[in-house]
T-cell receptor
Framework: DTGVSQDPRHKITKRGQNVTFRCDPI?????LYWYRQTLGQGPEFLTY????????KSRLLSDRFSAERPKGSFSTLEIQRTEQGDSAMYLC???????????FGQGTRLTVV | QKEVEQNSGPLSVPEGAIASLNCTYS??????FFWYRQYSGKSPELIMF????GDKEDGRFTAQLNKASQYVSLLIRDSQPSDSATYLC?????????????FGRGTQLTVWP
């Protein structure tokens, strides 16, 4: 296992379209996190899962955003009716419960035109 | 609102010097603190984490935590040009059971030969 994997790495979409991103965490990591990062800012928390349970959602996660982790392994983040303000790097991270280190994937860069 | 503040820099030091990066946090309930390095266009990479007051050393890196002052720092000794990156400070309020991370904006470090 080489780490957290995200797909796609880049996505260009037209405003109003729906997009879905996938994250495969490190094997056996039961916690999975989604963050969003814009240029010049630190990552902003969106949501996290412990196994298949979504434990916390940020207020940033509007009703256009939904995340799932149906079998407690990979996760998807869907953005409906994309807006230009959604343009950002979407980062996924995973960690073992009770262990401090969260490891990030390479991110999916979304550009909404 | 839980905030993590960093001087965005840029901080510029010559090769071989000590680089000092600072971070303050607003929530006294924060228990765990993390330093991530992020190269341009890449995802954050964990360098160190610290829970207890005092210093924690790992190779050329030393993290310092002062909970009374709500202050965290990272010292990089014998700085190398390859250390040139943005350094992100993050805080978590869940102790060893990692929940969401609150990130600062990052400090851009340049090490010149």
């Amino acid at each position: 296992d080489t780490g957290v994997s995200q797909d796609p790495r880049h996505k260009i979409t037209k405003r109003g379209q729906n997009v879905t991103f996938r994250c495969d965490p490190i094997s056996e990591h039961n916690r999975l996190y989604w963050y969003r990062q814009t240029l010049g800012q630190g990552p902003e928390f969106l949501t996290y899962f412990q196994n298949e349970a979504q434990l916390e959602k940020s207020r940033l996660l509007s009703d256009r955003f939904s995340a799932e982790r149906p079998k407690g392994s990979f996760s998807t983040l869907e953005i409906q009716r994309t807006e230009q303000g959604d343009s950002a790097m979407y980062l996924c991270a995973s960690s073992l419960d009770l262990v401090a280190e969260a490891f990030f994937g390479q991110g999916t860069r979304l550009t909404v035109v | 609102q839980k905030e993590v503040e960093q001087n965005s820099g840029p901080l510029s030091v010559p090769e071989g010097a000590i680089a000092s990066l600072n971070c303050t946090y607003s929530d006294r309930g924060s228990q765990s603190f993390f330093w991530y390095r992020q190269y341009s266009g890449k995802s954050p990479e964990l360098i160190m984490f610290i829970y207890s007051n005092g210093d924690k050393e790992d190779g050329r890196f030393t993290a310092q935590l002062n909970k009374a002052s709500q202050y965290v720092s990272l010292l990089i000794r014998d700085s190398q040009p390859s250390d040139s990156a943005t350094y992100l400070c993050a805080a978590s309020d869940r102790g060893s059971t990692l929940g969401r991370l609150y990130f600062g904006r990052g400090t851009q470090l340049t090490v010149w030969p």
